[in-house]
């Protein structure tokens, strides 16, 4: 037996680290950045291999890249951009659906519109120029609008964020909005 322990025993110990370090790994009590990576490049592989017909040449991703920033300025673009991007996908390039990857939570305000509503109620609600200049520049500096414009009754997808209200369990769905059957077929 001590002879045993003698010739194997490094290896047994070498083996019970390497598994207590996978082990830790695989229960989240820390990261193995290389191990994370090797699981993505197989999990890839994996997905090329098993696809029927291989990679869909009719499915494009537009993604943000540095030479859009460079040409249109800094994430997030105004819905004014957004909403042409749309127009320009549906009308131009005849796409079938569209997605965002995107959660559009909070209303865009880089047009200056609710300074211009805020005058147009107080220092200048007498000025009759003004007030017939705004109504007509108004639905042009509604970005919120104009993105509305551009996605309605066109098949698009929203991104959608989950969150922690009360009452709401993290990583479970909400309830559905619509009753089962409601689209049938």
Same mark, same amino acid.
């Given at each position: 037996m ?5 010739k194997?025993g490094?290896r047994y110990?070498? %083996?019970?680290?390497v ?5 830790? =790994?695989?229960?989240d #009590? ?5 191990l994370?990576r090797l699981d993505?490049?197989?999990?890839d592989?994996?997905? *090329?291999?098993?696809m029927?017909?291989?990679?869909d040449k ?6 943000i890249?540095?030479?859009s920033l460079?040409?249109?300025? *800094? ?5 004014d951009?957004?909403a042409a ?6 009308? =131009?390039y =005849?796409?079938s659906?569209?997605? #965002?990857?995107v959660?559009?939570?909070e209303p865009d305000?880089?047009s200056?519109?609710?300074s211009?509503d ?5 220092r200048?609600?007498?000025d009759g120029?003004?007030?017939n200049?705004?109504?007509?520049l108004r ?5 919120d609008? *104009?993105?509305a414009?551009a996605?309605?009754? *066109?098949p698009?997808v ?6 922690n209200?009360p %009452?709401?369990?993290s %990583?479970v769905?909400p309830?559905?909005?619509f ?7």
């Amino acid at each position: 037996m001590k002879q045993f322990l003698k010739k194997y025993g490094y290896r047994y110990l070498l %083996g019970v680290a390497v598994s207590l370090l996978l082990l830790g =790994h695989a229960a989240d #009590f820390y990261r193995i950045g290389l191990l994370d990576r090797l699981d993505e490049i197989i999990y890839d592989a994996r997905l *090329r291999l098993t696809m029927p017909g291989g990679v869909d040449k009719k499915i494009a991703i537009v993604d943000i890249d540095d030479k859009s920033l460079a040409e249109l300025g *800094r994430w997030p673009w105004g819905r004014d951009k957004l909403a042409a991007l749309v127009n320009e996908l549906f009308d =131009h390039y =005849h796409i079938s659906v569209l997605g #965002f990857d995107v959660v559009f939570a909070e209303p865009d305000d880089s047009s200056g519109l609710a300074s211009l509503d805020a005058l147009a109620r107080t220092r200048l609600k007498d000025d009759g120029s003004f007030q017939n200049a705004f109504k007509t520049l108004r639905p042009q500096l509604d970005y919120d609008a *104009r993105f509305a414009r551009a996605l309605a009754g *066109r098949p698009v997808v929203l991104g959608f964020a989950l969150s922690n209200l009360p %009452g709401a369990s993290s %990583g479970v769905l909400p309830a559905p909005v619509f009753a089962p059957g409601t689209f049938a077929g």
